[in-house]
C-alpha cells in the first residue's frame, strides 16, 4: 500500500511541475502558517485513537505529538457523516448549521422521492436523494474558508474527499477547486474552474488500480492477532480476517481499502504542489475528507484485522504525505479529526463479554411500526415515514389533525415500550430544550438530540436506541455503523500540530465546534462574539485565542 501511494505522489509531483501563478498578498497576522491542513478521518473514533495511538509511527504519530485532545465531541445526537462533517469547518452544531442528518424528509416537494440528501440541490428538475446535483444548498452558515477568503481574497480554499457531503460541507460556497470521488473518479460541482492536471493524473492511476487484482496485504503481528473470522447474523459474509485482496473491476471493494484513502491523499498532495498552495504570502486552507476508514467499519466492524490494517496504512499514507510537503519547504499547520466514532459489530461485542449488544428488531421500522399504528386506530396511509429505525420519523401529512394526535400518542407509546428504545422526543419537546451549555461530556440524551434538532427540517419524533444497538438487521451489505447519542459515535480525537510545536496531551471534553475559531485565531481571521457556536481553545501552542 504505502509504495502505491509513494507512487501516486511522485506521479503526481512531476504533473505538478507547471502550476498556477501564486497570488500576491500576505497573511492576515504575522507568523501565520502559510498552509492549513484539515483532516477529517470519517468514523475515526476516539477510543479507536486510544487503542492505536501506541502503535502509530507515521503521520498519526507525528500529529499525537502536537496538541492532543483525547476528548473531543461531535455532540450531537445525530452521530453521521453530513451533520459531523457540517461542525468542523463552521464551528456551528448541526442546529445552527441546518444538516441535521445525512437526510430528511420534506413531504411537500413535488417530486415523488420525498427524501432529501444534505449535499443535493433539489430544486434541479429530475434529481432524487439517490441520483443528485452535488450543492452546498442546505448548509446555512459560512465556513472557515469562505471567512477567509473574504477577508483575504488572496488566500485559496480547496476541498478533496472521498465523499461528496464531506468536501461540501468543510468548504461550503465557492471554493476555488473541490474534488470528491462520486463511485468511478474524483468529480467536482464546481463549474467554470479550470481543470487541475492532478484530476486527470489520479484518475487515470486510480482506474488502472481498480481494473487491477490487488493481493492481500501481509498483517503485522498486531494485527494478525486481530484476525478471529466471527460469523454474522442477518445474512451478512463472516468478517474479522480479511486483508482487501480485491478481484480486478471491484470498484466497492477499493473504496473500503487503505488504496483509497492512498489515492485522496495523493490527489490533495497534486492540487497542493499544482496550485502552489502555502507558497505565497496569503494564507491557504486545504480541506481532506479522508473516507476509507467509514467504509471499512461498516463493511467489517471495527475491532478485527481489517480495521488494523487500514488505520496502520492510513498512518503511513499520511506520514508520506506530510514528507511530500516538508520536501517542498511549507509553513503549514495540520488539524486531524473525525465526523463521528464507530461501534463495532453486536457478534464480536458480545464475544468480549458486552451482553446488551444486539441487532436491532426490524419491527422498528417506520413502515412496520406504522402498520401496528394503523391496525390498531383503524386508519389508513402509511401513518409514519421514514428510512431508519432510529432518528427521525415522520407523521404522514395526509392525517387529519385529530387522526395525526391519536397518531402520535399511539406511537409514543410503542417506542416507550420497545425494550431497545432508550429513547423517543417529540418534536415539541425538543423544540421547548434550550440549547446545552455544559461540557459535551455532561450532556443529557435530550441535549444531545437538541444539538442535532431543527424545527423545519427534524422529524415529527427522534427516536434514541439503547447503547451497543447495532441498526442493521439485514447485514447483506453493511454489518456495522454509527448514528447513536453514545459515547462511542459522539468521542473523536482532535489533534493539532506545526513544526516546532511542543507536546500537549489533554484529557479535557472539548467539541468539534471550537475547532474553526481556533484555527482562525492561528491565521489571524478576526470572528465576532457569537458568530460561531464554539470557542478558541486555550493552551494550544502559538495560538493566541482572543478575549470573549
Not at 477567509?148 to 468548504?171: F, N, Q, T, Y
Not at 493524473?201 to 494485527?223: F, G, H, K, Q
Not at 486531524?336 to 457478534?347: C, K, Q, S, V, W
Request: overall charge positive; charged content about 20%; hydrophobic content about 40%.
Amino acid at each position: 500500500m504505502r509504495k502505491i501511494t509513494a507512487c501516486l505522489l511522485t506521479t503526481l509531483a512531476v504533473t505538478s511541475a507547471c502550476s498556477a501563478a501564486v497570488p500576491a498578498a500576505k497573511t492576515l497576522v504575522p507568523n501565520a502558517p502559510k498552509l492549513v491542513v484539515v483532516i477529517s478521518v470519517d468514523q475515526f473514533s476516539a477510543d479507536l485513537f486510544d487503542e492505536y495511538r501506541a502503535s502509530f509511527t507515521g503521520g498519526l504519530a507525528r500529529l499525537a505529538g502536537g496538541t492532543a485532545f483525547r476528548n473531543g465531541y461531535q455532540g450531537h445526537a445525530a452521530t453521521e457523516t453530513c451533520p459531523g462533517h457540517s461542525t468542523i469547518l463552521t464551528g456551528d452544531r448541526p442546529a445552527r448549521t441546518g444538516i441535521i442528518a445525512n437526510a430528511w424528509f420534506d413531504q411537500s416537494q413535488a417530486r415523488s422521492d420525498k427524501s432529501v440528501y444534505c449535499a443535493e440541490d433539489e430544486r434541479v428538475p429530475g434529481s432524487s436523494s439517490s441520483s443528485y446535483t452535488v450543492s452546498p444548498l442546505h448548509l446555512r452558515v459560512p465556513t472557515l474558508g469562505e471567512r477567509l477568503k473574504a477577508a483575504s481574497p488572496a488566500s485559496r480554499s480547496v476541498a478533496v474527499a472521498g465523499k461528496d457531503r464531506a468536501a461540501v460541507m468543510m468548504s461550503g460556497q465557492r471554493p476555488d477547486q473541490r474534488w470528491y470521488w462520486d463511485g468511478k473518479r474524483y468529480s467536482s460541482d464546481l463549474r467554470g474552474v479550470p481543470l487541475p492536471r492532478s484530476v486527470i493524473a489520479i484518475n487515470s492511476t486510480v482506474a488502472r488500480l481498480i481494473e487491477t487484482l490487488a493481493d492481500p496485504l501481509e498483517p503485522p503481528p498486531l494485527c494478525s492477532a486481530k484476525a478471529k473470522v466471527v460469523p454474522v447474523e442477518g445474512g451478512g459474509q463472516p468478517v474479522g480476517g480479511g486483508a482487501f485482496a480485491r478481484a480486478a473491476g471491484d470498484a466497492k471493494g477499493f473504496r473500503a481499502s487503505p488504496q483509497f484513502d492512498g489515492a485522496t491523499l495523493a490527489l490533495a498532495a497534486g492540487l497542493i504542489g499544482e496550485m502552489k498552495l502555502g507558497q505565497g504570502a496569503a494564507t491557504d486552507l486545504i480541506a481532506i475528507g479522508a473516507s476509507a476508514t467509514d467504509y471499512v467499519g461498516h463493511s467489517y466492524g471495527t475491532e478485527g484485522q481489517e480495521m488494523c490494517l487500514q488505520l496502520l496504512s492510513l498512518d503511513r499514507d499520511l506520514g508520506d504525505f506530510f514528507a511530500q510537503l516538508d520536501r517542498q519547504g511549507l509553513d503549514y499547520a495540520v488539524l486531524l479529526t473525525a465526523d463521528h466514532g464507530g461501534n463495532d459489530i453486536p457478534e464480536r461485542e458480545r464475544e468480549a463479554g458486552i451482553t446488551g449488544a444486539s441487532r436491532v428488531d426490524p419491527a422498528l421500522s417506520p413502515g412496520q411500526m406504522g402498520k401496528i399504528i394503523a391496525a390498531k386506530l383503524g386508519l389508513a396511509g402509511p401513518i409514519l415515514v421514514g428510512d431508519s429505525p432510529f432518528g427521525d420519523v415522520y407523521f404522514d401529512k395526509a392525517l387529519a389533525p385529530a387522526n395525526r394526535k391519536r397518531a402520535e400518542a399511539e406511537a409514543l407509546a410503542l417506542y416507550r415500550k420497545h425494550p431497545q428504545v432508550e429513547a423517543v422526543l417529540s418534536h415539541a419537546q425538543l423544540k421547548r430544550t434550550p440549547l446545552p451549555r455544559t461540557a459535551p461530556d455532561r450532556w443529557t440524551v435530550i441535549e444531545r438530540a437538541r444539538a442535532s434538532f431543527d424545527d423545519r427540517r427534524s422529524g415529527d419524533l427522534v427516536v434514541l436506541l439503547k447503547p451497543r444497538i447495532t441498526p442493521i438487521a439485514d447485514t447483506r451489505n453493511y454489518v456495522a455503523t454509527h448514528g447513536s447519542a453514545w459515547d462511542y459515535d459522539r468521542r473523536v480525537p482532535i489533534l493539532i500540530w506545526r513544526k516546532g510545536m511542543a507536546p500537549v496531551p489533554s484529557d479535557a471534553p472539548v467539541e468539534t465546534i471550537d475547532i474553526a475559531p481556533t484555527l482562525a485565531a492561528l491565521i489571524g481571521l478576526p470572528i465576532q462574539i457569537g458568530a460561531m457556536d464554539g470557542k478558541c481553545l486555550a493552551g494550544v501552542p502559538r495560538i493566541s485565542c482572543p478575549a470573549r
